[in-house]
């Protein structure tokens, strides 16, 4: 009997796009070692995106985060939580200056305090205060910046936290367990009249602050890190609301089309 025929394959919409995306690459791939010198325009890139089924706007925003340096919140070995914590957003097209107070009041209502506004040229800036709100005993080190520049409105939102780091376990670990130094020699003489068993006496007490300083940090750092995401988040959401974009540009009538 003759074979019967192979049935060819068919693809979804999700696996054509990762095809196309991937001969894309493929093809970049094959004109850079032909071509070592060639590059791009961001127009182009936006093309092969396209054609790839990516939104052209996430490229922008990619090609925006190369002229910046990379911000991740990293977790520190020592405190097991980021001591610093960066938030960022970018959205296509320019806010409007006057448009910058609306801004403003949400990062107030935020933070519970006025803080430090300022605008330069097209740039809106806003730093926490230590002076006024009801967290002004914390000593908080916020900056928050909304730049328009290029086409887009970049957001960065942004806490320095090595502040509390130092009060939180200089006090618990430095304090606490330097305070109970002498308690835990004469624990450990007195008891089992051994220097090496009060020497790892001592070092447990050490530990058991450390692990409760890094416990509160961590419990304090995730926290922060919800609520300057949620304010990076919304003022992504206000400043895309008010953007304008070629939709909601009034285009002025020629005289022919006023006739």
């Given amino acids: 009997m003759p074979d019967a025929p192979k ?3 068919r693809f979804n919409d999700e696996e054509v796009a990762l095809i196309i995306k991937r001969a894309a690459e493929l093809q970049q791939t094959e004109q850079a070692e032909q071509e070592p010198g060639t590059a791009l325009s961001l127009s182009e890139v936006e093309e092969i995106a ?6 052209p706007v996430l490229i922008r925003r990619a090609a925006v985060g190369l002229d910046q340096p990379s911000q991740t919140n990293r977790p520190s070995a020592w405190v097991g939580s980021p001591t610093r914590l960066v938030f960022e957003r970018v959205v296509e097209g320019e806010i409007p200056i006057e448009e910058f107070e609306p801004l403003i009041a949400e990062i107030r209502r935020t933070f519970g305090e006025n803080g430090l506004p300022s605008v330069l040229g097209r740039t809106l800036a806003w730093s926490s205060s230590n002076r006024g709100g009801r967290r ?3 000593g908080r080190n ?7 520049r290029g086409g887009v409105t970049t957001i ?5 936290l090595r502040n509390l780091v130092g009060a939180l376990f200089g006090g618990l670990v430095g304090g606490g367990g330097g305070g109970t130094t002498g308690a835990t020699m004469a624990i450990g003489m007195g008891v089992f009249h051994s220097a090496p068993i009060a020497g790892l006496l001592w070092v ?21 890190e919800r609520e300057l995401r949620g304010l990076a988040d919304r003022l992504e959401e206000q400043v895309t609301a008010v953007v304008p974009t070629p939709s909601r540009t009034l285009i002025p009538k020629t005289s022919a089309q006023r006739e």
Avoid at 156 to 160: A, G, I, K, L
Wanted: overall charge positive; cysteine-free; aromatic content about 6%.
């Fill in 7 to 9: 049935r060819e394959r």
């Fill in 50 to 55: 396209r054609e790839a089924g990516i939104d």
């Fill in 136 to 138: 002004r005993s914390t």
């Fill in 142 to 148: 916020i900056d928050v910046s909304v730049v328009t």
């Fill in 156 to 160: 960065r939102v942004e806490e320095e």
């Fill in 204 to 224: 447990s007490v050490v530990g058991g602050f450390y692990t409760l300083a890094r416990t509160i940090f961590g419990k304090v750092s995730a926290g922060r």
